[in-house]
């Protein structure tokens, strides 16, 4: 009989059911709170908007290896995929996601949230990798744990690609969607962007 998933693992397959809620409290809290708001700075606002585009560049890279698999709410799996971002750290999208939320943090002069933001979001996600990985291992076998031996889950260990991790056992082979589907499998989150944009610059005017 499996050994039964720990409170984190559990906690990470409900979680990833409702990724999409996961960052609205630290939306709530970046659009409404004012307490120590640091002085308006362009170079402050430049550094928030450099970071938000970071984590949506590292986003738009990453889809367009995975596709609209990336999408899913369920437990539906694809192909192994160990091109692009995905050669270098396992989890580029979740750590985009992070960056996006700590850029938009300190555009909207928050700096005190920033470390939060980067803590709640980071706890919650590796509680959801916890997750995604039990349900890897099941169903890929050796394939997933040969790659994840090489490829680190959070810090990439080195600038170049792993060369294992690009012809992993059991890997899709290496294939990149067109900037359209890309861009289309990303159009809600890069509405989520410009819209919270919008509300930043609305914040800042009253």
Known sequence: MPPQPDFTTRLGGWLFRRRTLVPLPVALAILT???GLAPPSA???AAGV???LAGEALR?????????IS?????RLGPLIAS???AYVRNPLYIGNIALWVGFAV?????WLAPGILVVLAAEYHAIVRWEEQMLESRLGDGYHAYASRVPRWVPSR????RFAVSAPGAASARRFSWRQTLFSERGTLIAIAAGYLLLWTKARF
């Open 71 to 75: 999408r899913t709410r369920s437990d």
């Open 107 to 111: 555009t909207a002069r928050l700096l």
């Open 60 to 68: 738009l890279w990453g889809v367009q290896h995975i596709g609209a």
């Open 33 to 35: 709170l004012r307490i």
């Open 43 to 45: 170079a402050l606002i």
């Open 84 to 86: 692009g971002p995905f």
């Open 159 to 162: 600038f170049a690609p792993s």
């Open 50 to 52: 450099a970071l938000t």
